[in-house]
């Protein structure tokens, strides 16, 4: 550039990184701290910090014209905050090492209750130091265009021999997804509530919306799988082990969506609205099934007794569908050699197994595993662990294949 500073290609600007189940060279157990002592990841961010003080020094030259202010400025705001979340790491990694140097001394001297006390704090600080990566690393890669918008969330029971353990899944679930907005304090609107005989859930779909809630729950998509014995019948007797699934998809809904739909190719339907109890909740035919013909897509909505609303709700609902099917097209043509992937992008993947009778919540994805279902399906603080644990891992990840196509780039 004119003013003799070199600007190193953003970490993801060329790139849409996703998740791999099977990459050789990812580690599943690396954290953020282990990614953080990368020699590419420290060269890098050196770069990117030498880059910043040259571009503050630049601003307070007098011979720069508006429209090279204006650039720098852009440039200093992207890189103020990972030249700072970068030193203060500096600081707290000197600080650890100081500790450990202290460790390692008492240890020598037997001082047992003061090692005691330096393991705790330096437990403390190995925590701090995870949670500074993790924040530089969140600097690093983009936020996806996405992230920010309501969701229309939808579950599906699946089919098993034997049992109705799917549509009791598919319930329960739909209720932790229901538990969770509440614990993140968005807003959970139901959409289309389709109940089976015996108290389970066939089918239903809500608009989820508040504060970043597809960067949340985008990975939640895809075939989540049951192992439990059912409370009835001859299984539950034998302690027969049934395995059932259900499907979650979760659908990105911009505030506007210019999607123009041709009146000419929707089927419309209606039909009376059952309530969760199998009741009849409308004697006159509120309930609304949109069929968009070109595609096949087809919606439903019965949550107002006004069928004209209803009729409205699912028009946005089949516009959010038609929109995602734009999202993919994009994502399948910008996304990198890394072909499986999470949420929307996978949504016939089996990506998390229940088993009741080992009290155990397993996601495959990440090897991640919890205990405590009934706290999972709380929907509440062990489920925004599981979440947070993705979303941290997808940064880790992203991270992880820009250095693999640095080292690539460097080789050629």
Known sequence: HNHGFWRPKSLLDTARFTLSFNSRHRKIHQDSQALWKHEAVQKYLETLSKEYQQV??????????????????????????????FQEIKEAEKELQELEAMCREL???????????????????????????????????????????PVILEVTAGRT??????????????????????????????????????????????????????????????????????????????????????????LPQPEEVDIKVDPKDLRIDTFKAKG?????????????????????????????????????IALRTLRAKLYQQIIEKQLSQEQSARKLQLGTRAQSERIRTYNFTQDRVTDHRISYEARSIKEILCGKEALDKLINRLLEFAEIEAVTEYLENLQASERS
């Open 107 to 149: 240890d020598r001297r037997d001082e047992k209750q003061l090692l005691e006390l330096a393991l705790e704090e330096k437990e403390t600080l190995d925590e701090k130091m995870n949670l500074l990566c993790r924040k530089l690393f969140q600097l690093l890669v983009p936020k996806e265009k996405y992230d920010r918008s």
């Open 56 to 85: 503050s020094h630049l601003l307070n030259a007098d011979s720069l014209n508006d429209f090279e202010q204006r650039t720098l400025r852009r440039r200093c705001a992207d890189l103020s905050p990972i030249a700072a979340a």
């Open 161 to 250: 021999t034997g049992g109705d353990i799917c549509q009791q899944f598919t319930k329960e679930m739909f209720e932790m997804y229901q538990n969770y907005a509440d614990y993140k304090r968005w807003t959970f609107d139901i959409v289309n509530y389709t109940p089976a005989e015996i108290g389970g859930l066939h089918h239903a779909a809500a608009h989820i919306s508040g504060e970043d809630v597809y960067r949340h729950l985008k990975y939640e998509g895809g075939t989540h799988r049951v192992q439990r014995i059912p409370e009835m019948g001859m299984s539950s007797r034998m302690q027969r082990i049934h395995t059932g699934t259900m499907s979650v998809i979760v």
């Open 276 to 312: 969760a109890g199998g009741q009849h909740v409308n004697k006159t035919d509120s309930a609304v099934r949109i069929v968009h013909l070109p595609t096949g897509l087809a919606v439903e909505c019965q949550q107002e007794r006004s069928q004209q609303l209803n009729k409205e």
